[in-house]
């Protein structure tokens, strides 16, 4: 959560400026900046590697030099965890949440943007301010008492606990992100659609949510790693090992396989695995957002 | 709560005020209808969003208020009002006390930290090299990570059995050798170290964003006058910059006074107080949650909250105030100022 609001408020730091392109081809700079670059990266990566390759390692391997090359390589680990009921209950538990969760917090988000941003009446200015007020309350500083409100719905040990919720705490990132892109649909359009018979529902459907999908996608993925990396809520609202997310489920399983340090990073690698295929997928959105690129 | 919300919330009536005329130009078939069917046409596409926030948000925490007066172990309705009793036994308790300094020890060292290298990196990397995006995506990966795979990843890496101490011991530095997690003299590094690295692409992110921000034409003037790289990026660079780097100090601030996952899942419920490096959220977890001290917990929760907020009010009142006044009297004179 912190991490979503973290990303989002930078977004909107950042976003309104220009960006500044390089002219024209890029030429090799000097080598000390290459080198102090191929530090920083090293230091990145390395954790990650150790994680990945120590997978392709065995138990006695790991034993006899925790910190060597696997020698022969085992996919036996990873085989392992691919076959176990286990990871894939939490990889499907993991999809539902995020999914649900993106699905929500977007569908709810680009309506309530819509109101914020583009229709005249009294409250708005407040409406916006309350839900920007809601990057004030973090999920830590919520969590025991929504656990109990969630308990006496009684959606504890469910997915709808988690999913409610996460809906609940990334709709003032959402917002705070789309009012400005919807804000931004020349009234143009509205008022040419409206002549052509368009209510303004209509417009909002087959105009405002194609013209936002920027917009809509940066949330979007916002809320779906948000979600897949969530780890406080479900372990407040989860204790059913059945509904375990990814999160809970590494945690469940390297406390549960301690001595088996192989097959515990190969199943952390593997649930590392869908984030880190998902970003360098949206890389550009991402980190692109962040640095002002997403036009908007 | 930061100046960019600040700033928006107050420019938007002014443009909405332009939508709502433009609207009212637009023939329209009824003069009453509409107004009845846009007040509709507003529950109905705010009303969710409105009811879920409130409901999941907004609610709790004002529960959290009123359930920190009661002792209570979290079935049926508080009935055992004790007044300010959670409070005091809070703040009188010593395991309570430490977790905020470990929380303040964290916010000084993360800014310590964090900053100078992120400005540091963030300057280098600015440079018109070559893979400078595919440098982005590398140190932007830990960041995306899930706490509990950064967690579970590190930890096995620091055990007394782990890979740095074997390395350690490879490269003939056996002396260094250390037990990384359990030693109260070397937790507290070692969590900075992982938080460090975990954060630090964010930091560089968000620097290398503000570096973009500033005029070429500022750098080429400077070298015209003969200024040299480093010259330039003390005079230019860092005092322009100034905005970028307070919004990520406060970033920064709140999520170390938040601090929960890592701590949870590398130190564990008993461990982190031992090992000093408990914080307000882990002990929230560990004496409300698991204790089944509801009434308690919601003091702690509220107790963190108020922590946050005072910080929050008081880094905005002192230091993202200039920002707010630099972007309402026009930017222009910042650059000049220096």
């Known amino acids: 959560?912190?991490?979503?609001?973290?990303?989002?408020?930078?977004?909107?730091?950042?976003?309104?400026?220009?960006?500044?392109?390089?002219?024209?081809?890029?030429?090799?700079?000097?080598?000390?900046?290459?080198?102090?670059?191929?530090?920083?990266?090293?230091?990145?990566?390395?954790?990650i590697l150790y994680i990945i390759i120590g997978g392709f390692r065995t138990n006695s391997q790991i034993t006899t030099d925790p910190s060597g090359w696997p020698a022969p390589w085992e996919i036996g680990n990873y085989t392992d965890v691919l076959g176990s009921s286990e990871f894939w209950t939490a990889m499907v538990n993991s999809t539902i949440a995020a999914v649900g969760t993106t699905l929500g917090a977007v569908i709810l988000?680009?309506?309530?943007?819509?109101?914020?941003?583009?229709?005249?009446?009294?409250?708005?200015?407040?409406?916006?301010?309350?839900?920007?007020?809601?990057?004030?309350?973090?999920?830590?500083?919520?969590?025991?008492?929504?656990?109990?409100?969630?308990?006496?719905?009684?959606?504890?040990?469910?997915?709808?606990?988690?999913?409610l919720p996460q809906i609940a705490f990334a709709l003032p990132t959402t917002i705070i992100i789309l009012v400005p892109f919807l804000r931004a649909i020349p009234k143009e359009l509205e008022e040419a659609a409206s002549i052509d018979g368009a209510s303004r529902l209509g417009f909002f459907w087959r105009m405002v949510i194609p013209l936002s999908l920027p917009g809509v996608i940066t949330v979007g993925i916002l809320a779906f790693i948000g979600s897949w990396n969530g780890y406080m809520l479900p372990l407040f609202i989860l204790n059913d090992a059945s509904l375990f997310t990814l999160p809970l489920g590494v945690q469940n399983f390297s406390s549960q396989y301690s001595v088996d340090t192989a097959r515990v990073l190969a199943y952390t690698s593997l649930s590392m695995l869908p984030a880190l295929i998902f970003f360098s997928m949206f890389e550009r959105r991402i980190v692109g957002g962040l640095t002002g690129a997403v036009k908007g | 709560m930061t100046e960019s919300q600040a700033l928006m919330s107050s420019t938007a009536p002014a443009r909405s005020n332009r939508v709502g005329?433009?609207?009212?130009?637009?023939?329209?078939?009824?003069?009453?209808?509409?107004?009845?069917?846009?007040?509709?046409?507003?529950?109905?596409?705010?009303?969710?969003?409105?009811l879920i926030f409130v409901g999941f948000v907004i609610f709790p925490v004002m529960m959290a208020a009123f359930y920190g007066f009661f002792k209570w172990n979290g079935y049926g309705w508080p009935t055992e009002f004790v007044g300010l009793d959670n409070y005091a036994l809070m703040l009188q308790d010593d395991t309570f006390r430490a977790a905020v300094g470990h929380n303040f020890t964290i916010v000084v060292l993360s800014l310590l930290m964090q900053g100078p290298i992120a400005i540091l990196f963030a300057l280098l990397l600015n440079q018109k090299i070559r893979g400078r995006s595919v440098i982005r995506v590398l140190i932007f990966a830990p960041y995306v990570i899930a706490e509990v795979v950064v967690g579970t990843g590190w930890s096995l890496m620091l055990q007394d059995a782990g890979a740095l101490n074997s390395l350690l011991e490879k490269?003939?530095?056996?002396?260094?050798?250390?037990?990384?997690?359990?030693?109260?003299?070397?937790?507290?590094?070692?969590?900075?170290?992982?938080?460090?690295?975990?954060?630090?692409?964010?930091?560089?992110?968000?620097?290398?964003?503000?570096m973009q921000s500033i005029p070429e034409e500022l750098y080429e003037a400077a070298a015209i006058d003969g200024a040299g790289f480093w010259k330039s990026q003390w005079s230019i660079t860092l005092p322009l910059l100034g905005p970028t780097i307070r919004i990520w100090a406060f970033l920064s601030i709140i999520?170390?006074?938040?601090?929960?996952d890592l701590v949870n899942i590398i130190w564990g419920q008993y461990i982190a107080a031992t090992a000093g490096t408990s914080t307000m959220a882990t002990y929230m977890y560990q004496n409300g949650?698991?204790?089944?001290?509801?009434?308690?917990?919601?003091?702690?929760?509220?107790?963190?909250?108020?922590?946050?907020?005072?910080?929050?009010?008081?880094?905005?009142?002192?230091?993202l105030r200039r920002d707010t006044e630099g972007a309402l009297t026009g930017d222009s004179r910042k650059g000049r100022r220096r």
């Open chain 2, 21 to 50: 005329t433009d609207r009212a130009s637009v023939p329209t078939r009824a003069p009453r209808r509409p107004d009845w069917r846009k007040r509709g046409e507003i529950a109905l596409l705010a009303g969710p969003a409105l």
């Open chain 2, 255 to 260: 999520g170390s006074l938040q601090l929960f």
């Open chain 2, 171 to 210: 490269v003939g530095l056996g002396a260094l050798q250390n037990s990384w997690i359990a030693d109260p003299a070397i937790a507290m590094w070692s969590l900075m170290i992982i938080i460090t690295w975990k954060y630090i692409g964010f930091a560089v992110i968000l620097m290398l964003a503000g």
């Open chain 1, 109 to 163: 988000g680009v309506m309530a943007s819509y109101v914020i941003a583009r229709y005249d009446f009294g409250g708005k200015a407040i409406m916006y301010s309350f839900f920007a007020a809601g990057l004030m309350f973090p999920i830590t500083v919520a969590i025991t008492p929504l656990y109990l409100l969630i308990r006496n719905l009684g959606l504890v040990n469910s997915l709808g606990g988690i999913i």
């Open chain 2, 289 to 319: 949650h698991l204790a089944g001290s509801y009434g308690y917990g919601n003091a702690v929760a509220v107790m963190l909250f108020l922590i946050s907020l005072v910080v929050a009010l008081v880094y905005q009142r002192f230091v």
């Open chain 1, 1 to 47: 959560m912190t991490d979503t609001l973290k990303t989002s408020v930078a977004i909107q730091a950042i976003g309104p400026r220009g960006r500044r392109r390089s002219p024209s081809g890029v030429r090799w700079g000097s080598p000390g900046v290459y080198l102090v670059a191929l530090i920083l990266i090293t230091v990145c990566i390395t954790p």
